[in-house]
């Protein structure tokens, strides 16, 4: 009941009871004439204020349906502004994060789109001036013919490299390249791999050697030509930056149900920009020194998804002129 109502209910029961007292007053004192009129009238106001004290004192007890309604309505507007200012804030939020991870993706778009041109574009083009210069009459002078076909045959099989990175890679993105695990010694991997790059380490006189003597076999559940793979890359990638005189070291150690295996070099290292984005595809730290080594950009993408295929985990430390460290890890 809303508090005007209130009132009008209590003076109107007042009324009633007191009209009532009175009416009673004159029956009762119909025979005494003296005081015919003020007992009615005494009676009337004094069962008016009782009357009207009692109710009002219950009436006001209960509380007001406007009040009542006024503040579950005012309950429900702010919750339902704060509702909506919360949806608000996240639906902006959300529209701000994709609007960033939009740009982000141009930005890779564009960035990867024309290290592909770069690094397609460098060999064709130096085929077309190698076979140019044999179709101009090179071709019959003993002295250039074979060195330019050799060297014609190397940027072909710099394109072949990088096509073939790139469907690799294309395959684990695509969940089609299956794992073989097998359990193997990874210390006896890595000696095989060592052998594959002595005559690249040579040349370079690198050292590439293990942190310690590792008497007892190191078994790990992997596939193995596939970390064959990822330990040659990071063995020649080590080689490439790595300083002449230089050192490549790999050591395990062992962290609950993983082997961890770290690949170490004492060369020019890695800068804090460059770190979050080595494993980029055709991302260069060094981009005119890699791109003289002959390396396609693509290795350390590869790394990467080979150890991800795995469920497991690479990361990188470096810094300038101390050297890098890539760390993975590999079940027991």
Known sequence: MKTP??????????????????????IFISGNKEYYLLYPIVSILLVFMLTYIVTWSFLKKIPSISTVDEKATWKNLDKSFNEVNQDAISLASNQV??????????QY?????????????TPIFNIQGYVLTLL????EDASINRKYLERAEKSINRLISIVEDLET???????ELKLDKEHFNIVQLVE?????????????????????????????????????QVLTNLVTNSIYYGKTGGKTRISFSEVKNKILVEVH???IGIGEADISRVFERFYRADKSRSREQGGTGLGLAIVKHIIEAHGETIQVKSKINKGSSFIFSLPK
Request: charged residues 35%; positive net charge; glycine residues 8%.
């Open 5 to 26: 109502l209130k009132r009008e209910f209590t003076v109107y029961i007042s009324l009633t009871a007191a009209i009532a007292s009175g009416l009673i007053a004159i």
């Open 97 to 106: 994060r994709e609007i960033d991870r939009l740009k982000g993706m141009e």
């Open 109 to 121: 778009r564009k960035e990867y789109i024309g290290n592909v041109s770069h690094e397609l574009k």
């Open 136 to 139: 101009d009459g090179g071709l």
């Open 169 to 175: 890679i294309s395959r684990h993105e695509a969940g």
């Open 192 to 228: 095989e791999v060592f052998e594959a790059q002595e005559v690249r380490a040579k040349k370079r006189d690198t050292q590439l050697v293990f942190y310690k003597k590792y008497k007892k076999p190191i078994i790990v559940y992997a596939d193995k030509m596939k970390i064959f």
């Open 265 to 267: 070099d004492n060369g």
